[in-house]
């Protein structure tokens, strides 16, 4: 996510915490790459000079605080006003009345569609019942597409092709539905004829729907021009908060994060990709964590109790966090890393890890984490538990038994040790003293 940004600010910061001094010299070339990066990043100039302004005078005017060397307390201002510049605390999404009503607000190829398939997913996985309204009159494809989205997940639909009048299919949605859901989610038409027709239309139909809260979705790569969009849909109804999707890959992505921040609606969820499970709560502590190369342990647990809610799976999580690795925990991880997501983006979740490990790498491992499952089959109990007694007999054994080749066998080993060693790498400096181990805390 954001990849540009990310590698930017995680090398930044690793500039800083390798400088042996703090001085306004060196503050300001440290300074200066963050402007660079949040400005490649799209984040508005003048926002970006009074952010780096604001760590300059902090860094240099704040008492150094008891157990905090010169740079880390240095690297803990520059956190935190970068949380400060996307919004400071989550603010989950609270249904507390039923039917909670959600009106979705966006322009058409936001990913309004979409998202709204994946906001009733994660309803779904909270254990609330959830229908969609569709009065996109605008275009046909619509009412299909949130029908065969919604499908899988069990969430009803109601639309009508041929109605043409988006205020009359809502007010039939939602007696349609009544209060036999806890959420009801309406989805609304992103184009018009004319930018004002779409708006007086968002209008009307706010004032039919009476929703609970209106969440508008916003492209993610359109970056600071986002500020405008969510300032023209806010001349039609109150926004209640914000969906950014598109940040997987955007290079604008911190741009759009930041000028909605101006908004006054809080971002609630962030999307990250084009599957429905792409898709989180968004929590600006925990983003910029990530974003620095700092990791983000909890979402990585998140997922996995998500995925399943059998225990043994987040023992297993766990597990490769505290170092302890065996073939029978890579086997499991591998399995549950597939459930999980791409693993270049679940990768990205452990701290060290993620940032260190090339694109083609991961992809790379997606195309042979079969062939490795195949072999892992073909082995003992005792050797997944006790791999380094795979020696040459234990190889072609295993080859044969999978019918593939030695080199195979060598490959998957190879691989193991690889994040083995990687995995310890990281979770050591998670669990370091060092400066971005105290970040955290
Ligand atoms: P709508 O016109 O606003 O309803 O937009 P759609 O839901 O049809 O999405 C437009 C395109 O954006 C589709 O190709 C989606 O697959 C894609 N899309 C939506 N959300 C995301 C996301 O978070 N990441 C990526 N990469 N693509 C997305």
Not at 399 to 428: F, I, P, Q
Request: hydrophobic share 35%; with cysteine; net charge positive.
């Amino acid at each position: 996510m954001l990849e540009g940004l990310s590698e930017n600010l995680t090398n930044t910061m690793k500039k800083l915490s390798g400088m042996s001094i703090i001085d306004k010299k060196t503050l300001k070339e440290i300074t200066k790459e963050i402007q660079k990066a949040l400005i490649q990043s799209d984040v508005n100039v003048k926002v970006v000079l009074n952010l780096t302004k604001e760590i300059q005078r902090r860094a240099l005017d704040e008492e150094l605080p008891k157990g905090l060397s010169p740079k880390e307390h240095v690297m803990r201002i520059v956190y935190e006003e970068l949380v400060y510049l996307i919004g400071e605390k989550p603010e989950p999404l609270d249904i507390n009345k039923k039917p909670y009503k959600i009106m979705m607000l966006g322009l058409q190829g936001s990913g309004k569609t979409t998202t709204t398939a994946k906001l009733a997913k994660n309803l779904k996985k909270r254990g609330l019942t959830t229908a969609i309204v569709c009065t996109d009159t605008w275009r046909p494809a619509a009412y299909e597409q949130l029908k065969q989205l919604s499908e899988p997940l069990d969430v009803p639909v109601y639309g009508d092709p041929k109605n043409s009048d988006a205020v009359d299919l809502a007010q039939k949605g939602l007696e349609h539905f009544g209060s036999k859901y806890d959420v009801i989610i309406v989805d609304t038409a992103g184009r018009h004829k004319e930018e004002a027709d779409l708006l007086d239309e968002m209008k009307q139909l706010s004032t039919v729907v009476n929703p609970d809260e209106v969440i508008l979705v916003i492209d993610g790569t359109i970056g600071q021009q986002a500020r405008n969009q969510a300032k023209a849909f806010k001349q039609t109804t109150t926004i209640g908060s914000i969906i950014v999707s598109k940040l997987d890959g955007s290079a604008k992505g911190g741009g759009a994060l930041s000028a909605v921040a101006e908004i006054n609606a809080p971002i609630k969820f962030i999307g990250t990709g084009e599957r429905v499970d792409d898709f989180e709560a968004f929590d600006p502590e925990r983003f910029i964590s990530r974003l620095l190369g700092m990791g983000d342990i909890e979402t990585l647990i998140e997922r996995a109790t998500e995925v399943t809610a059998d225990k043994t799976d987040k023992e297993m999580v766990e597990s490769i966090v505290s170092g302890k690795f065996t073939l029978k925990d890579m086997e499991n991880q591998l399995n549950m890393m597939q459930k999980m997501g791409p693993l270049q983006q679940v990768m990205k979740l452990i701290p060290g890890v993620g940032n260190q490990l090339p694109k083609s790498a991961t992809k790379e491992t997606e195309e042979k984490l079969d062939k490795y499952k195949i072999l892992m089959k073909s082995m003992t109990n005792y050797e997944l538990e006790n791999p380094d007694v795979i020696k040459k007999s234990r190889v072609n054994r295993i080859s044969r038994g999978a019918g593939l080749t030695n080199e195979d066998v060598k490959d998957l080993l190879k691989y193991y040790n690889l994040t083995k060693k990687a995995l310890k790498g990281g979770m050591g400096k998670r669990n370091m003293s060092g400066p971005m181990g105290k970040l955290l805390r």
